[in-house]
């Protein structure tokens, strides 16, 4: 989780950094695709929680993979977010 911050925070501060690694780690050599995907960076959060809204409509779309008693709780554990974020990393990263 903490590389995963790390990489997001590089995304959204340094975009010659990001279009550097698409680049040369995903083979993305059009300029303008890449610019588009970091433009749309910019939507990523920068306290990477998980999303319930969206485990909450994939229960509703899906109920046959979570059954009627799961509830969006129930597929995650903040622990490790709210244990990097109350250390006062992400707000580091962003400094």
């Not at 409509?57 to 903040?78: C, H, S, V, W």
């Not at 709210?82 to 990393?89: Q, V, Y």
Request: with cysteine; charged share 30%.
């Amino acid at each position: 989780m903490i590389a995963l911050s790390e990489g997001i925070a590089i995304l959204h501060r340094q975009p010659d950094v990001g279009r550097r690694v698409l680049r040369e780690w995903n083979g993305i050599q059009d300029d303008a695709l890449a610019d588009d995907i970091l433009e749309r960076s910019a939507y990523l959060s920068r306290t990477p929680f998980p999303c319930v809204a969206g485990l909450e409509k994939t229960i509703e779309l899906f109920p046959e993979i979570a059954g009627e008693q799961m509830r969006a709780e129930d597929f995650y554990d903040n622990s490790i977010m709210e244990e990097i974020a109350a250390s006062g990393f992400l707000d580091e990263i962003y400094r």
